[in-house]
């Protein structure tokens, strides 16, 4: 496997997730190597730090390796779904963080009752899955074209050059699935 994060073979992300979901640790680990460093990374962008960007990457690997068993890969890659756990977890730090200085400098405020944090992470994990279903629901060239440009931040013209495709057709199938996204997010919350 390539330092990158690359993989010079497609099915290989297939065979690893299966195995991974029935237990296998040795596969989990090839997963683990394989993309840590483009998880690593995304998660550095999302929180600004490395030692936050360390713990999020921890945490995505850890909700990874729960999430396996039920799991079915809907491209040939994993790191979609890595990138979307990553994102979540990424936006949980930020809120705990957020919170926490809120409470620090006014302590005094207890205005939020507690379960407001476990409540919100109910919710986002659900919204989370609701997401990811959604997604693996679309065809093959929709979620290419969602991974490239929300997951991995490709403009419309480099994802379209990517795929062999237009500019047009990236901009107009993107307003689509986003269009089927902001249903899922309003149904779930």
């Known amino acids: 496997m390539a330092d990158d994060g ?13 195995l991974a979901a029935g237990g296998s640790e040795r596969a989990f680990r090839a997963i683990y190597r394989t993309y840590v460093r483009p998880v690593y990374w995304l998660a550095h962008g999302l929180v600004g730090n490395p030692a936050d960007a360390e713990e999020v990457t921890q945490e995505t690997f850890l909700v990874a390796w729960r999430k396996l068993p039920g799991f079915e890969l809907a491209g040939e890659s994993l790191l979609p779904w890595l990138a ?3 994102r979540f977890q990424a936006a949980n730090r930020v809120r705990r963080q957020r919170r926490d200085r809120e409470h620090t400098a006014a302590p005094a405020d ?4 507690d379960t407001v944090d476990v409540e919100q992470q109910v919710v986002d994990g659900a919204l989370a899955d609701a997401i990811l279903r ?10 290419e074209i969602f991974r490239l440009c929300a997951t ?5 013209q480099a994802a379209a050059e990517q795929l062999g495709i237009t500019h047009g ?8 699935i986003r269009t089927r996204l902001r249903t899922v997010v309003k149904e779930s919350t």
């Open 169 to 176: 057709v990236v901009r107009n199938r993107l307003s689509r």
């Open 84 to 86: 979307t756990i990553c």
């Open 110 to 113: 207890e205005s939020l009752p």
């Open 134 to 143: 959604e997604v693996a629901g679309l065809g093959d060239l929709d979620r």
């Open 6 to 18: 690359s993989h010079d073979d497609p099915q290989g992300d297939a065979a690893l997730a299966a």
């Open 152 to 156: 991995e931040g490709y403009a419309y």
